[in-house]
């Protein structure tokens, strides 16, 4: 079963829109989260979140976790068409595999000029 | 050369035929790893290597193998390519090396086609 879920699976929003993007999950040995924006090719690293409740922020995208519930978010203010991408979230688990990193499926977002 | 690079960037293959795709970072980062994108599966791991000379598997290894001869490279290979292998193919390294951050910096990919 998924132990990184994401959600929406694909969103459409208008340019200047604000969108804020989920990612739940379940895994042993949790160390980190990360989240990566896709674009054409590959996936590039966008931040890291290994404590609750302390905020990532880099310009109109920020990130927060929450460890108790097993949760972390990413939010997007005043989208531009450049930020149309798969969003991929990540969780570093030192489980079996060592340094593992579980993906979610990504979401899918496209904003319209 | 700089971060990841891989080789090559497509291919189209026969089924049955043995292919190599090829990975190389010069950031002399500890682990590799080879992971493949399907649409709505997201990114799933292959296999993996934390230092040179030992590898692991991951998620979906079979029908595929690999080596870990030094830091710098690591090759992917396709013994006898199946049409289900079919798929964009992510190399990624990371400086963990069992302490530290796991983040992965990913190379451009391999988009492989197998008929």
């Known amino acids: 079963e998924d132990k990184v879920v994401q959600s929406p699976l694909s969103l459409v929003v208008h340019e200047g829109d604000t969108v804020t993007l989920n990612c739940s999950y379940e895994?042993?040995?949790?160390?980190?989260l990360l989240w990566y924006k896709q674009e054409k090719k590959a996936p590039t690293f966008l931040f890291m979140l290994t404590s609750s409740g302390i905020e990532k922020k880099s310009g109109r995208l920020s990130s927060i976790l929450d460890k108790k519930e097993l949760f972390s978010i990413l939010n997007i203010t005043a989208t531009q068409t450049g930020d149309s991408a798969v969003y991929l979230c990540a969780v570093d688990s030192r489980g079996s595999t060592l340094g593992r990193l579980y993906f979610g499926r990504g979401t899918q977002l496209t904003v319209w000029p | 050369i700089a971060g990841i690079t891989q080789a090559p960037t497509s291919q189209i293959l026969a089924a049955g035929r043995r292919m190599t795709l090829r990975c190389t970072q010069d950031?002399?980062?500890?682990?590799m790893y080879w992971y493949r994108q399907d649409l709505g599966l997201g990114l799933r791991l292959i296999h993996y290597?934390?230092?040179?000379?030992?590898?692991g598997k991951g998620e979906v290894p079979d029908g595929y193998s690999v080596s870990r001869a030094n830091t710098d490279d690591f090759p992917l290979t396709l013994a006898s390519a199946v049409p289900s292998q079919t798929s964009v193919y992510f190399c990624a390294s990371s400086a963990y090396s069992g302490t530290g951050s796991n983040e992965q910096f990913f190379g451009p990919g391999t988009r492989l086609t197998v008929l």
């Open positions: 895994v042993t040995n949790f160390r980190s």
């Open positions: 950031m002399r980062h500890n682990a």
């Open positions: 290597s934390n230092t040179a000379g030992t590898t």
